[in-house]
């Protein structure tokens, strides 16, 4: 992994992502994006003052959704971290990039607006793009175009899993030799009236603490009443490490090791047992060729709701045995929400910009742990440590589960 690029509710750099894990910041505030004063849940953690035409001409962004710039800001990030941007490549090589994102709503914002228009007779509003655009397999195709880049375009969504999904098949072109360089990450933008008013509908956003939405994320936490919605884009440019090598590139991190697993159980609900995200970790460990006494730090999913938290700690029990005890993790959705699709590639970012500076990113809002939430969630704040391997954890809806083990680029 030789570029990263972060567009966050703690900043739109990557510096400004590694500073608030430093620091312990919320990206958590009063939702700006529309009115929401009708809504029974009214904050979210949004990017902050996104000015849209830094990345996109102004006759474009009525044809695209929120999510394009988010991508294409964290992409040319990625790119120009790496050393490689497109602009310096030939047609030749870039033909042999390839661009591989996760995302769980894709442009659901841009369709639930152009529905907007549709409904309520105002097409003239309405963008003559709105099916292609409102196609979440095109998302990839507009990264591609704005950078030039001719090899697969692809989109992975599986709900939270996304990215951490799309994230291990770019991997995998690498390993199986079919691609020298792939672009992959995550992004999603789902901060809408349509998508708040269904998530409210499940009662399964955090709704105490509007007053306070700083303190509203509380993952592991006995006070948790929900998750709070999130959004933002992280993404990566991964290489094969010799090539990296012979270039001179940084190397941030390497991925080790990949798990996915599902319970077959229920649309929203986890298994109580736990049992299949644990073998999603264990599968990781094998794929690493790792033993869970390896692992020197989790990046839980760690939502916040009351089910995610409590069977999350199990399945690690269950996975790492007697080496749950000693293993320190924590939950960047405690700074920045859950940013749905995005949350694997969300919490790799935080992984590697953590490990790389030496700490642990905290749990934030971790007061009193919660029943069976028992292991050590870095509640304290961000925690100076040196930790060779990583693992970050992934539990979707749809029973969906995954887990991406990494070696810090400080290790190599």
Not at 52 to 77: F, I, Q
Not at 222 to 244: H, P
Not at 288 to 301: N, S, T, V
Not at 366 to 385: F, S, T
Request: aromatic share 6%; charged share 20%; glycine share 12%.
């Amino acid at each position: 992994m030789t570029g990263v690029g972060c567009i966050t509710p703690l900043g739109q750099t990557r510096t400004d992502f590694e500073e608030g894990l430093s620091r312990g910041t919320s990206g958590v505030r009063r939702i700006s994006l529309f009115d929401p004063s009708g809504l029974p849940v009214q904050i979210a953690a949004e990017v902050p003052d996104l000015d849209p035409s830094k990345y996109l001409p102004a006759k474009d962004l009525r044809h695209v959704a929120r999510v394009v710039p988010l991508c294409l800001a964290a992409a040319a990030e990625a790119f120009d971290d790496s050393g490689n941007p497109p602009e310096s490549l030939s047609l030749a090589e870039r033909r042999r990039i390839a661009v591989v994102l996760g995302t769980g709503g894709g442009p659901v914002e841009f369709f639930e607006k152009m529905y907007g228009h549709f409904y309520r007779g105002d097409l003239k509003k309405a963008s003559v793009y709105s099916i292609p655009t409102g196609t979440t397999g095109t998302l990839s195709s507009e990264i591609s175009m704005r950078f030039g880049l001719k090899g697969p375009s692809h989109v992975v969504t599986t709900g939270c899993t996304s990215s951490a999904d799309a994230i291990s098949y770019a991997a995998r072109m690498i390993a199986y030799g079919e691609r020298e360089t792939v672009l992959t990450g995550g992004a999603d933008a789902v901060i809408t009236p349509g998508i708040m008013t269904g998530f409210s509908l499940m009662q399964i956003l955090a709704s105490s603490r509007q007053d306070r939405p700083e303190t509203a994320s509380r993952p592991f936490d006995a006070g948790r009443d929900g998750f709070v919605l999130g959004e933002g884009a992280w993404f990566f440019v991964l290489e094969d490490l010799d090539r990296a090598r012979s270039r001179g590139a940084r190397v941030w991190a390497e991925i080790l090791g990949y798990g996915a697993t599902c319970d077959a159980y229920h649309r929203v609900r986890l298994d109580e047992s736990g049992d299949e995200p644990a073998r999603a970790m264990e599968e990781a460990l094998t794929d690493a060729g790792l033993a869970a006494g390896d692992i020197g730090y989790i990046q839980y999913h760690g939502t916040g709701t009351e089910l995610n938290d409590r069977i999350e700690t199990r399945a690690t029990r269950k996975a790492l045995g007697p080496h749950a005890d000693r293993i320190p993790g924590s939950s960047i959705k405690s700074q920045i929400g859950h940013p749905q699709g995005a949350s694997g590639a969300a919490g790799l970012a935080a992984t590697i910009l953590g490990l790389w500076n030496g700490f642990l990113p905290a749990t934030i809002n971790l007061d009193v742990p919660g029943p069976e939430c028992d292991l050590d969630y870095v509640r304290e704040g961000p925690r100076p440590a040196e930790v060779e391997h990583a693992l970050v954890n992934g539990i979707a809806f749809g029973s969906k589960n995954s887990a991406l083990i990494i070696r810090n680029g400080r290790a190599l």
